[in-house]
């Protein structure tokens, strides 16, 4: 899997789009980019995932640059309860006999009111 | 309606003894996972079963037994508990087919405090 590398903490202001970075420089051609995020206390939560398009749904937008090496996961309207940890993750899906998610630290997002 | 649930919550318990955490996933999917969350909060994969088989066993000691008596569940039984076995233990679940084949959807967590 390719590694990743993201910002420890980031701050964002409520009601205000978060952008969160991730630079997968390695990244091949047959990995997606999946993002997690973890608040405090609960199981981590599937966000988002894009192979080259991007990508939208209910809860964020993926924005992956045309050289596949970055992407930006974007909170539209960020709320206090967005604050989390989110996990950028890029790997093959069903690759090999093992399926599991390596994370790594992530960015601690703290939406602030 | 949980699409993925766990129990016990919360577990406290002594050293040397035997304990179970159970996982049932009602979402229909074919592979379970457990993963264990330190004090550092780093997330690290345990085991993951497909159609109940063990299709990943990372550097866990072997008294970490899985045991899946169906599709649905996936329970982690621990013997002899130590110490260093204090953690948050999530139960996840995830499709198998397509590029879907990785999102994986996790359980509240289990707290194991090992006295």
């Known amino acids: 899997d390719a590694k990743t590398t993201q910002p420890p903490s980031m701050d964002c202001a409520e009601g205000r789009a978060a952008n969160l970075p991730c630079n997968h420089s390695?990244?091949?051609?047959?990995?997606?980019v999946y993002w997690y995020r973890q608040i405090h206390s609960q199981g981590p939560q599937y966000i988002i995932h894009?192979?080259?398009n991007n990508e939208t749904n209910e809860m964020a937008s993926l924005i992956i640059t045309e050289d596949r090496k970055s992407s930006t996961l974007i909170l539209p309207h960020a709320t206090l309860r967005d604050t989390a940890v989110y996990y950028c993750i890029v790997r093959v899906p069903n690759s090999g006999s093992a399926r599991q998610l390596t994370f790594g630290s992530g960015t601690q997002l703290t939406v602030l009111p | 309606d949980t699409a993925v649930s766990q129990t016990p919550k919360y577990l406290v318990t002594q050293m040397g003894n035997d304990k179970s955490i159970k996982c049932e996933q009602n979402?229909?999917?074919?592979?379970m996972y457990w993963y264990k969350q330190d004090s550092k909060k780093f997330l690290k994969i345990m085991f993951s079963y497909n159609n109940k088989e063990l299709i990943i066993n990372e550097t866990v000691p072997n008294r970490f037994s899985p045991k899946s008596p169906d599709k649905a569940h996936l329970n982690l039984h621990i013997n002899s508990l130590e110490l260093g076995d204090s953690a948050v233990y999530f139960c996840?679940?995830?499709?198998?087919?397509?590029?879907?084949?990785?999102?994986?959807?996790f359980g509240p967590g289990t707290r194991l405090t090992v006295l």
């Open positions: 390695t990244i091949s051609g047959n990995e997606y």
């Open positions: 894009g192979l080259k």
């Open positions: 979402l229909g999917h074919d592979t």
């Open positions: 996840a679940s995830s499709p198998i087919q397509g590029a879907g084949g990785n999102t994986q959807y």
